[in-house]
């Protein structure tokens, strides 16, 4: 492949002319600049040294730590919600019930950090007949049924705006009497 | 080869590769000391950047794109400079030690080559770049590389030859 090899090595017999002295002087001195240079910017924040030191162990740490934080902060407040839901639930079952439970009837007097009921509901999801019984002493058979339902409550903060919904299973046993006609 | 930052004797590096870098550098610049500035800032610059010594390709092509910023900062010098590489007779030389006059008249063929040709020789001569490092450096092919190189060699060989 090579058709020069003697011109090739009488060019490379010739050599090309060696640096000055004073340029190694002058790398040396701007390495040692960029040295300081690179020291000062240690001082600074760098994203990339800080992800490649052992500084991020201490940064997971110091995020689990947080995260931690957050998460009981977050379990106390919802304790305290339930707790205000708990007052809050009698007086909502009470307006439930009662007709006026449409915005006419809603107490507007009550303080802005009231919740108010704003509706239920109870869908039967299932139902399913478990035969025919007698009750104790009675000569006349009952069918008893059980209903599977999901309740849903709901209230909300008229002043605020904010609603708040409660929602669960539920089961009904009923039993009707059965006539022997 | 050891990271460049890391080489405790980064001297005993540079003389290595300090005349071959330089006489690449003096590709684009008449006088040592511009050909000197531009080798520092880019040896400093890849020491800097923490980058493998023998990446060479890209050391190489540090100290070209420096040239080539190097020229365009001076728009004076590179008028200058379009009119020296249009110009054989004044084409930019390499600096060599010759020691009699067959060397010296081959240093002058040299330094009559076109530019491309004498830029992939000067990398593939004097700073022992293999085509594939030579490709990377200029941003050309490997074959393109090679047949600079066979060029420039049959170049010189005619240019040399006796009338």
């Excluded at chain 1, 240079?37 to 500084?55: I, N, Q, V």
């Excluded at chain 2, 511009?34 to 010594?53: C, L, M, S, T």
């Amino acid at each position: 492949m090579n058709d020069f090899p003697e011109l090739e090595n009488e060019l490379k017999a010739l050599r090309p002319a060696r640096p000055s002295p004073v340029l190694f002087e002058r790398i040396e001195e701007a390495m040692v600049e960029n040295c300081r240079a690179s020291a000062a910017a240690d001082a600074g924040w760098s994203w990339r040294r800080f992800t490649e030191t052992p500084y991020r162990i201490g940064f997971a740490l110091a995020a689990a730590a947080v995260l931690l934080l957050f998460a009981a902060i977050s379990v106390e407040r919802q304790r305290q919600e339930d707790k205000e839901v708990a007052q809050v639930s009698p007086a909502s079952e009470t307006k439930a019930v009662l007709p006026a439970f449409s915005g006419s009837s809603v107490d507007r007097s009550m303080s802005s950090n009231k919740f108010v009921p704003a509706g239920a509901t109870q869908v039967v999801y299932n139902t399913r007949d478990e035969g025919l019984q007698f009750a104790d002493g009675s000569r006349q058979p009952l069918r008893r049924l059980r209903y599977q339902t999901q309740q849903t409550w709901q209230w909300r903060n008229p002043s605020t705006g904010a609603s708040l919904r409660v929602s669960y299973p539920s089961e009904e046993v009923v039993l009707i009497p059965v006539s022997g006609q | 080869m050891d990271n460049i930052a890391s080489h405790e004797n980064w001297k005993s590096c540079f003389s290595e590769i300090g005349p071959g870098l330089l006489l690449f550098a003096r590709q684009w610049t008449r006088s040592a000391a511009d050909a000197e500035d531009i080798v520092q800032e880019a040896f400093v610059k890849f020491w800097r950047r923490n980058h493998r010594i023998n990446n060479r390709a890209l050391l190489y092509a540090t100290v070209r794109s420096i040239a080539l910023d190097f020229i365009r900062r001076d728009k004076r010098r590179a008028r200058r400079e379009a009119t020296v590489f249009a110009d054989a007779d004044s084409t930019v030389e390499p600096q060599f030690e010759w020691e009699d006059e067959a060397q010296s008249a081959l240093a002058a063929a040299v330094s009559c080559l076109p530019h491309e040709q004498r830029e992939v020789l000067v990398l593939k001569i004097w700073n022992e770049l293999t085509f594939s490092e030579i490709a990377g450096a200029l941003g050309i092919s490997q074959n393109t590389a090679a047949s600079r190189y066979r060029y420039a060699l049959a170049n010189l060989k005619k240019s040399l030859q006796p009338q």
